[in-house]
């Protein structure tokens, strides 16, 4: 998303959970408002992907960036992570684990 106070991008590396927090799934994108909304419509249409399957759709961690290549290197290098790290860092971040969405709509 372009900032056209500031003239540059936003991308955002994220990490989404469902109801129960026993599930993640990380990603990059430019509009966060607008990708939480399409993991929400994928699930109440049931569509075949990774997060409707699981019902992930609540935001807990996420990380902002100015250059899309730096954003996906991030995100490459979470996917990588074992779980416990991945539950360190979504936890120093969001210490209650709290489901963040309300800051993006």
């Known amino acids: 998303m372009l900032n056209p106070q500031l003239g540059y991008h936003t991308y955002y590396v994220?990490?989404?959970t469902n109801e129960h927090r026993t599930?993640?799934?990380i990603g990059v994108t430019?509009?966060?408002?607008?990708?939480?909304q399409k993991?929400?419509?994928n699930i109440d249409s049931?569509?075949?992907?990774f997060a409707a399957k699981?019902?992930?759709q609540f935001l807990v961690?996420?990380?902002k960036f100015t250059w899309i290549q730096e954003a996906i290197t991030r995100e490459k290098e979470l996917k990588k992570w074992r779980r416990d790290k991945k539950l360190q860092l979504i936890k120093d971040?969001?210490?209650?684990?709290e489901f963040l969405n309300s800051r993006f709509e």
């Open 93 to 97: 971040f969001n210490s209650n684990f």
């Open 61 to 63: 961690y996420y990380e």
């Open 54 to 56: 699981y019902f992930i």
């Open 30 to 36: 430019n509009n966060l408002r607008h990708r939480l």
């Open 23 to 25: 599930s993640f799934y």
């Open 14 to 16: 994220y990490i989404i």
């Open 46 to 49: 049931k569509e075949n992907t």
């Open 39 to 41: 993991h929400k419509e």
